[in-house]
């Protein structure tokens, strides 16, 4: 079956360091690779998505890259807020009459100043 | 453009009592979701509908968990009877789907469930 593996949290941080969440998926075929954001409080969002192998997605700071050969997308970002606390998801989505998601377990940020 | 409407955003109830949550997604989007979300793990997918048919239920506890989407827009989501298992928050998401090609979910607040 599908299934997306998070690195577990949390994840505790000073301000301006650099971040990286791993993540690695198992799917059969070719699936979309979602970042999914909740902030205290909130509901998720989209933090950023990429559909195909070698494709970049980036927002507000935060970059992954969908590694085939790796069957990775870890979230990165080069100096991190105190804004950027909050519990960050990966995710699958494959297509096929209808879409199909899987949610990782979820990265619990912090970031102190 | 309006977001995902869920409510009530809270409820405390018994055991064996019953509860329901509902659920307004965005005008136009072909596909809703319920997930549950338990403390510390991630959405765990309940029902998908896609218009006002259901495309995934496999991990529904049609035992007691029931949900429907009249007319293909808002969506309700039972429990009956409810059990201590079932306190965790229901994500209602909605998405476009065009096609059924992987798309963004618009996510609602959430609906914290306690059952005491």
């Known amino acids: 079956g599908n299934s997306v593996t998070q690195m577990e949290g949390p994840v505790t941080l000073s301000e301006e360091a650099f971040l990286t969440i791993n993540c690695t998926y198992t799917?059969?075929?070719?699936?979309?690779l979602f970042w999914y954001v909740q902030y205290p409080g909130e509901g998720l969002q989209l933090l950023l998505k990429?559909?195909?192998?070698?494709d970049k997605g980036s927002n507000k700071g935060f970059e992954a890259t969908y590694r085939k050969e790796t069957t990775s997308f870890h979230l990165e970002k080069g100096s991190v807020q105190v804004s950027d606390s909050a519990v960050y998801f990966c995710?699958?989505?494959?297509?096929?009459?209808?879409?199909?998601?899987?949610f990782g377990i979820g990265t619990k940020l912090q970031v102190i100043p | 453009e309006a977001g995902v409407a869920q409510s009530p955003r809270y409820k405390i109830i018994e055991k064996r009592q019953s509860v329901a949550f509902w659920c307004n997604p965005i005008?136009?989007?072909?596909?809703l979701y319920w997930y549950q979300q338990i403390l510390g793990q991630g959405p765990k997918l309940l029902i998908q509908?896609?218009?006002?048919?259901?495309?995934?239920d496999s991990q529904l506890p049609k035992d007691r968990f029931s949900a429907e989407r009249l007319k293909g827009v808002d969506s309700t989501l039972k429990i009956q009877p409810a059990k201590l298992e079932d306190s965790a928050v229901y994500l209602c998401?909605?998405?476009?789907?065009?096609?059924?090609?992987?798309?963004?979910?618009?996510f609602g607040p959430g609906t914290r469930l306690t059952v005491l």
């Open positions: 799917a059969t075929g070719y699936p979309s």
């Open positions: 998401a909605s998405s476009l789907d065009i096609d059924g090609k992987a798309d963004t979910q618009y």
């Open positions: 990429a559909t195909k192998a070698d």
């Open positions: 509908f896609q218009n006002n048919g259901v495309v995934d």
């Open positions: 995710a699958l989505s494959l297509s096929g009459g209808y879409q199909k998601v899987t």
């Open positions: 005008s136009g989007h072909a596909t």
